[in-house]
């Protein structure tokens, strides 16, 4: 597999996992029913109802800036928390509720990474990013300030199907980080399980996922030094809307390019 190839794999799983953090079966280009893309949606008056999703790592920042967006648009804010079964999804993952959601309940869904050079499906697109926050390092050692510090033998944990992943993999399988072992893992909860029981020496976290989860295990320290040499090292966030929805993805441009800073 290509180097390319692989890029683009793990991007694609990796938008389906930005959305929920967890583990589902991904379509490269989800099923919709044709007669599902000319729904007719409610009038929601003077309100904005953004949607939001559950147990995500920035939920209460989503509602915050949701509420401001609103605001600025002179608008009530509304927030609408995703009514999804996650344990019940089939192989067409979210897609669906998301479809219905933008249909019937909101105008977008907060909290959506953006992964550079990734296509979403042709029925939806998304705003400028609104936040961004780094990945982390904790590790055992408070020597190891850098990837390249770490030694070889290290079990390392890392984030699946993110864009970071894909960089650990290049990066291992061209000696930069000779010797380091890859273990994925696809819940925050599932890392901590892992330090807590001694099966990882350091571990790549998303920072707020870090700051939900409030890391607290003895002898490990967090790093907040540039992961070099991955050449993507944060995760942008931004709003998820229908495609023919491009008047309003304008207004809530403007609207982000007006919010004070919110990277973390």
Known sequence: MTVISLRRTICA????????????????????PVESYNRTRPDFGNTLPLCVIPNSPTLERDKAVATELAQLLLLDPKIVEMDVNIDLLDN??????????????????MGVQIIPGEMTPDWLTLSRPYYEAPYVLVSRDPQHNA???????????????????????????AGTLDGVRRLPYDRAELMMTLIDEGALDAAIVWKPQLDRLALDVAGFHVHDAALAPLERDSRAMAVLLRTQDQMLRTMLDQAIAALPAQGS
């Open 13 to 32: 799983a990796g938008l389906l996992i930005a959305l929920l953090s967890v583990t589902q079966p991904v379509l490269a280009q989800p099923f919709v």
């Open 92 to 109: 067409e993952g979210i897609w669906p509720s998301i479809l219905v959601h933008l249909a019937e309940k909101c105008v977008g869904v």
């Open 147 to 173: 990837l390249t510090d770490l030694p070889a033998g290290t079990r390392l944990g890392v984030p699946l199907y993110t864009t970071v992943d894909a960089d650990i993999m290049l990066a291992i399988a």
